[in-house]
């Protein structure tokens, strides 16, 4: 078998394993309403529930980018699976608020380990269509989280519990898990590798830019994503219906996103990105009923291109940081998002008080907590607007400036 070949099997497992990492946070979104019944938890400590999953990823990716060059990235996704796995079987046995803290944990981090290991091995097998070849791998974390809330959907439908719903996942885990088994992982000049010149280049003013912008970016995508079920479920609309609808349309965009990051080049991306997501925010924090599906759409376009994107941006303006950089981004937006959670989920809790405050009826109480976190998380991507700004007229000069004086 020659080398293409070798690569094109380790490409599906790994969007495999993407596809089990958006699985679990389809999932986690649709049986949070649940979890919360069943143990008597508030908004508030399934807030915290949720942050170990955001912490877990950091951990993970911040790990996984220092020890890349030294274990490969095999090793890497082999340890993914372990604590999928793992983390899977813990949540289904769980008794309580701390089983459900440590179990989300692992899953958490065996979702960074899979990013760790596989943004920066298909960057290295395809060198001479990288962008192409990262957007079709992140096409599955949107494809994926489709497939969790529709199946999330469905088994809610037809009374099957929260347990049922994770041990779904465990189906693709158990298909990467053995396609690891045999699969030729390519091998690459360690003596191009290093991670110390790495770290050198984490410390320029750009990089920190860029990784603030990825803690508002990840908050605006993953803020308003994984509490929908909380957010929307006395709006008129289906939560689950609703993220399917937006993470379709972002599965879309990411597979046809080559010539639209070239045409309008990646600062330019962002800011029309930043902009939709304000709109579609905005829109959902007024809209009831069916309306909220076109509020959805807009919101959709606005933050299907941010992840992929800035990890771009970092592969495009600050190559030298390598995998470590590439990780460490991405670990930015989900340790952004392990605090802010708790945060969101004491918005719910205090917005509903507010509501029942005022006398409002049972509905509409669930109605105006919504809108009210809704209007919360529409300052994140307001700021972006701001930024990307600056980032844009700085990048353009920059260029400028380089055109000159060659």
Excluded at 13 to 28: E, N, Q
Excluded at 285 to 300: R, V
Excluded at 353 to 363: C, N, P, V
Aim: with cysteine; hydrophobic share 50%.
């Amino acid at each position: 078998m020659d080398n293409n070949n070798y690569n094109r099997i380790v490409f599906r497992l790994c969007c495999i394993a993407l596809i089990v990492t958006s699985m679990t946070f389809a999932i986690r979104a649709g049986i949070l309403g649940q979890l919360g019944s069943e143990f008597g938890l508030t908004d508030t400590e399934l807030g915290w529930v949720n942050a170990m999953a955001f912490l877990g990823f950091p951990v993970a990716t911040m790990v996984g980018g220092i020890i890349y060059n030294a274990i490969g990235a095999k090793k890497l996704v082999a340890l993914a699976f372990i604590c999928h796995l793992l983390g899977l079987v813990l949540t289904i046995t769980a008794d309580g608020f701390w089983g459900l803290l440590v179990s989300t944990f692992l899953i958490g981090f065996a979702n960074g380990a899979v990013e760790a290991g596989c943004n920066p091995l298909i960057a290295e097998m395809y060198p001479k269509n990288t962008t192409t070849m990262l957007n079709r791998f992140h096409v599955w974390f949107p494809g994926g989280i489709v497939i969790g809330a529709l199946a999330s959907n469905f088994m809610s439908g037809v009374g099957l519990n929260w347990q049922w719903q994770v041990a779904l996942i465990l189906i693709p885990t158990v298909i990467y898990g053995a396609m690891l088994i045999k699969a030729q992982f390519p091998r690459f000049d360690t003596r191009t590798h290093s991670t110390s010149s790495n770290i050198r280049h984490l410390f320029t003013p750009l990089y920190i830019f860029l990784v603030a912008c990825m803690t508002f970016t990840a908050t605006t995508e993953f803020g308003t994503q994984q509490w929908i079920e909380r957010i929307l479920g006395s709006s008129g609309a289906s939560p689950m219906v609703v993220l399917a609808l937006i993470t379709g349309l972002m599965a879309v965009g990411r597979f046809f996103a080559g010539p639209i990051v070239h045409k309008l080049n990646p600062t330019g991306v962002l800011l029309g990105s930043a902009i939709c997501a304000s709109l579609g925010i905005f829109m959902m924090s007024q809209a009831e009923g069916s309306m909220i599906y076109l509020a959805a759409m807009l919101f959709a376009l606005g933050v299907t291109y941010f992840w992929p994107t800035m990890l771009g941006c970092v592969a495009e303006y600050i190559q030298k940081s390598g995998a470590l950089g590439m990780s460490l981004m991405g670990g930015a937006g989900m340790f952004a998002m392990s605090i802010w959670n708790p945060v969101i989920g004491s918005w719910i809790d205090t917005a509903r008080s507010s509501a029942e405050a005022s006398g409002a009826s049972a509905e509409q109480i669930e109605i105006l907590a919504g809108q009210a976190v809704l209007q919360n998380l529409l300052i994140f991507p307001i700021i972006l607007i701001v930024a990307f700004i600056g980032l844009h007229l700085v990048i353009n000069n920059n260029k400028r400036t380089e055109k000159c004086a060659s």
